[in-house]
């Protein structure tokens, strides 16, 4: 569970790395680019961001618009050119429902990695690593395992964020390029990105969590955020593929 790009009040309201931002009714797509001038000041990782933001009234009534909003994110980050082998990755800890969101959303996305007769489908692998409190084993080293074995064509992972404004919490998706470190709050697990296996990563998350004063809180209606943004995410990615 990463921070929310976003939390980066001041140089994200002063706009310095905005490329586009797009108002809808109902909700808004912005896209920030982190270079390596800048990466230092945002305290980001250089790379693209992009937040498709909404409240929850809206999140209910532009559903559909919310996901072919993500899918052309995606697109874009893909260079238009569907992945044939990618590793689906739902981070997070299924037995709690504001840090679920990865289990969720990989449990209902189509798996053809096993299939051999269907030569025409991208070959998609899904994998919950859950946490070290339950396996005894880092999801790091985990993921690294079924990385070497399978050698996808690119890493999606999913996970929950946290945010330490209140007004953004459940409001947002975020996708980027850049990675993320997979059970943070576990010092021996290490960051996965374009460099750690010499492959493309894309993040997704939402961020579920307030963090005030090292405590975190959540909402009543968490899990109906869980279920109704794990279901944009994962039509997105079966319509993608599929």
């Known amino acids: 569970m990463k921070k929310l790009f976003m939390d980066s009040s001041k140089i994200i309201k002063d706009n310095l790395y905005k490329i586009d931002e797009y108002n809808y009714r109902g909700y808004r797509v912005s896209h920030f680019k982190v270079d390596y001038n800048n990466e230092?000041?945002?305290?980001?990782?250089?790379?693209?961001?992009?937040?498709?933001?909404?409240?929850?009234?809206?999140?209910?009534?532009?559903?559909?618009?919310?996901?072919?909003?993500?899918?052309k994110i995606l697109k874009s980050l893909f260079k238009n050119e569907t992945p044939t082998k990618p590793l689906i990755i739902g981070l997070g800890n299924s037995?709690?429902?504001c840090d679920s969101l990865g289990v969720y959303t990989t449990n209902k996305i189509m798996a053809t990695n096993h299939f051999t007769d269907f030569l025409n489908l991208p070959k998609?692998?899904?994998?919950?690593?859950?946490?070290?409190?339950?396996?005894?084993?880092?999801?790091?080293?985990l993921i690294e395992m079924v990385v070497k074995k399978?050698?996808?064509?690119?890493?999606?992972?999913?996970?929950?964020?946290?945010?330490?404004?209140?007004?953004?919490?459940?409001?947002?998706?975020?996708i980027n390029n850049t990675g993320i470190i997979p059970g943070s709050a576990i010092k021996d697990n290490k960051k996965i990105d374009s460099k750690?296996?010499?492959?493309?990563?894309i993040a997704i998350g939402v961020p579920l969590v307030y963090e005030k004063d090292k405590r975190l809180y959540t909402t009543p209606n968490v899990k109906e955020v869980v279920e109704?943004?794990?279901?944009?995410?994962?039509?997105?990615?079966?319509?993608?593929f599929f």
Do not use: C, H, Q
């Open 40 to 71: 230092a000041k945002v305290k980001r990782i250089r790379g693209d961001y992009f937040s498709i933001n909404f409240t929850f009234e809206k999140l209910y009534e532009k559903e559909k618009n919310i996901k072919k909003e993500l899918m």
């Open 95 to 97: 037995s709690i429902i």
């Open 124 to 141: 998609v692998a899904l994998f919950n690593p859950e946490v070290t409190e339950k396996t005894g084993i880092s999801s790091f080293s």
């Open 150 to 174: 399978l050698k996808p064509s690119v890493i999606i992972m999913i996970d929950a964020l946290a945010t330490n404004k209140e007004e953004n919490l459940n409001n947002f998706i975020e």
């Open 196 to 201: 750690t296996f010499n492959i493309p990563v």
């Open 228 to 240: 109704l943004t794990s279901k944009i995410i994962s039509e997105a990615l079966n319509d993608l």
